[in-house]
Nanobody
Framework: VQLQASGGGLVQAGGSLRLPCAAS????????LGWFRQAPGKEREFVAA????????YYADSVKGRFTITGDNAKNTVYLQMNSLKPEDTAVYYC???????????????WGKGTLVTVSS
């Protein structure tokens, strides 16, 4: 499975971006798709995830109320809608997939290449 993330760019604080992540195939009955991010000099951290079967969503506290994760089954794509962006949201954003599991826990099975989001103050 290949994951292709896109949609990154430069945005001013308070602005919005939407990051799509397209999966090359969907051959698993139960899986999760999610997003992590890594800021310069920091460890990679969890952002949000969605369960494809049940539509359950998970969010990091730092993005609750500002970010929304949704999925499009027909397109095998998950979206991260980011609103009210802050300079501290600046990071490379990575999407990943956890398959054959009812929980979104490491280790994750597939990772996409990252897309850079820069939020200016």
């Amino acid at each position: 499975v290949q994951l292709q993330a896109s949609g990154g760019g430069l945005v001013q604080a308070g602005g919005s971006l939407r990051l799509p992540c397209a999966a090359s195939e969907r051959t698993f009955a139960n899986y999760h798709l999610g997003w992590f991010r890594q800021a310069p000099g920091k460890e990679r951290e969890f952002v949000a995830a969605i369960s494809w079967s049940g539509g359950t969503r998970y969010y990091a506290d730092s993005v609750k109320g500002r970010f929304t994760i949704t999925g499009d089954n027909a397109k095998n794509t998950v979206y991260l809608q980011m609103n009210s962006l802050k300079p501290e949201d600046t990071a490379v954003y990575y999407c990943n997939m956890k398959v054959k599991s009812g929980t979104y826990t490491p280790p994750y099975d597939y990772w996409g290449k990252g897309t850079l989001v820069t939020v200016s103050s």
